[in-house]
C-alpha cells in the first residue's frame, strides 16, 4: 500500500471516529446538512479547477470515474466544515466568522502539507491563499445556509435542535 492509500485511510479512520465515538448524537442531523451543503459546493468547486488546470490528483480513488479525489474534496474538507458548523459560537458574529478562519486553516495546512509530500494533490497554477480564500467562502455559505435550514427548528435552550 502507497503513502497516498494509507493517508485516505487515516482520514476515513480519523473521520469516522470523531462521528461517532465525539460528536454528540443530537448533532448528527445538523452534521449531516452540513456536511452535505459543502460538499455540493467542494465538489463544483474542484471539478471547475480541474477543468481550468489550477490542479490535478495524480492519486485518486475512481480515476477512471472522475478527475478529482474523492476523499479530501467529498469528505475531508466537508466534514471539517460540518465541525466548524457544530462547534461554532452561538454569541458573537465576528466569533462565528473567526472560527470559520481558524477551520479553514487547518483545512488549507493540511491541503499545502498533502500538496508538497504526497501526489494527493498538485497544484499547477493554484495557491494556498487562493485556495484559503475559496474555502472559506464555502465554509461561510455552507454555514450560512445550515443556520438558515435549522432556523425554526432550533430551541432557544442550549442551541440543541427542537426534534434531537
Avoid at 465576528?94 to 481558524?102: G, S, V
Wanted: glycine letters at 4%; charged letters at 15%; one cysteine or more.
Amino acid at each position: 500500500m502507497t503513502l497516498e492509500r494509507v493517508i485516505l485511510t487515516i482520514i476515513y479512520v480519523i473521520s469516522l471516529v470523531l462521528w461517532v465515538w465525539i460528536l454528540p448524537r443530537s448533532k448528527w442531523r445538523e452534521l449531516c446538512v452540513a456536511l452535505l451543503a459543502c460538499q455540493a459546493l467542494t465538489w463544483i468547486n474542484s471539478l471547475i479547477h480541474v477543468q481550468w488546470g489550477l490542479y490535478i490528483f495524480p492519486v485518486r480513488e475512481f480515476p477512471k470515474a472522475t478527475n478529482l479525489s474523492f476523499t479530501l474534496e467529498f469528505f475531508l474538507y466537508p466534514f471539517l466544515c460540518a465541525i466548524s458548523f457544530i462547534y461554532e459560537p452561538k454569541d458573537s458574529r465576528l466569533k462565528q466568522l473567526c472560527r470559520i478562519a481558524l477551520w479553514v486553516s487547518i483545512a488549507v495546512a493540511v491541503d499545502v502539507l498533502l500538496n508538497q509530500y504526497t501526489n494527493l494533490v498538485h497544484y499547477i497554477r493554484y495557491t494556498w491563499y487562493c485556495a484559503w480564500v475559496e474555502l472559506y467562502v464555502i465554509y461561510w455559505i455552507s454555514n450560512t445556509y445550515t443556520r438558515w435550514f435549522f432556523k425554526g427548528m432550533r430551541s432557544d435552550t442550549g442551541g440543541e435542535s427542537a426534534y434531537g
